[in-house]
């Protein structure tokens, strides 16, 4: 009998194991095999030579450079306008020249009348704005004074002291805003109350804004 006949009928030889294949199904049968064992082909497991290692280092870095600008841009710009206003300040109300010590220290009998005098004018500017104190029906030289009470008394005495940094910046910021706020805000509302309030608000905020973080303070 054949093999073709065995095959068909699904018997064996006498004396074998295994059914008599035919020579294709075999050699097709050792194919799949060898394709089904065969490892596939995986691009991302593969070893990236020395030139593909070096291009990935340097996007690396040039990624860090540029998240490490965007981080401190914002702390230029900072500096930058703390020193447009400190020199603007400075021109406008200048220090005396020279390295004498400043007499305002704090714990002095100097620092605490300028700090009181700084206080003192901020209350009376209130009342004078609020109409309190010399009321009058029209806009009057005394609510005048009261509106810019801040900026030209009690700014110029606190910043009269030997403060901190941090202090003297605000100082300087206040310096400039006040003015810039006095003459604008009379576009919007006609008011001395309401510009005086103004003025005190841009005053707290700046306080907070540098006095009151932690960063603040451990930089002063």
């Known amino acids: 009998m054949t093999c073709a ?28 095999h060898h394709k089904r064992s ?11 030579g020395p030139e593909s290692q070096v291009e990935t280092q340097q996007d690396g870095e040039a ?10 841009q914002p702390q230029k710009i900072d500096k930058d306008v703390s020193k447009f206003a400190r020199d603007a300040a400075t021109t406008f109300a200048p220090r005396p020249s020279g390295a004498t010590k400043n007499p305002a220290y704090k714990g002095s009998l100097l620092y605490k009348i300028f700090e009181v005098q700084a206080y003192v004018c901020l209350v009376i ?21 009261g509106m810019w009470s801040i900026w030209m008394f009690t700014v110029p005495a606190l910043r009269a002291r030997d403060c901190p ?16 706020m006095n003459v604008t805000l009379p576009l ?3 008011s001395f109350p309401f510009i005086y309030s103004a003025d005190v608000a841009a005053m707290a905020a700046l306080y907070a ?5 932690p960063k603040a303070e451990a930089e002063s």
């Not at 194991?17 to 050792?30: A, F, H, W």
């Open 63 to 72: 990624q860090n450079g540029a998240s490490a600008s965007k981080a401190q």
């Open 188 to 190: 919007v509302w006609k």
């Open 125 to 145: 500017g209130g009342l004078l704005s609020f109409n309190i104190i010399f009321p009058s029906d029209q806009p009057s030289i005394a609510r005048l004074i």
């Open 38 to 48: 065969r490892p596939r082909y995986q691009p991302h497991l593969c070893r990236a």
């Open 209 to 213: 804004w540098k006095i009151g973080l």
């Open 165 to 180: 940094a941090a202090e003297k910046e605000v100082l300087n910021y206040l310096f400039l805003l006040i003015p810039v």
């Open 5 to 32: 006949h065995t095959f068909s009928l699904g018997r064996t030889l006498p004396g074998t194991k295994t059914p008599c294949l035919r020579r294709e199904q075999q050699q097709m049968l050792r194919h799949q």
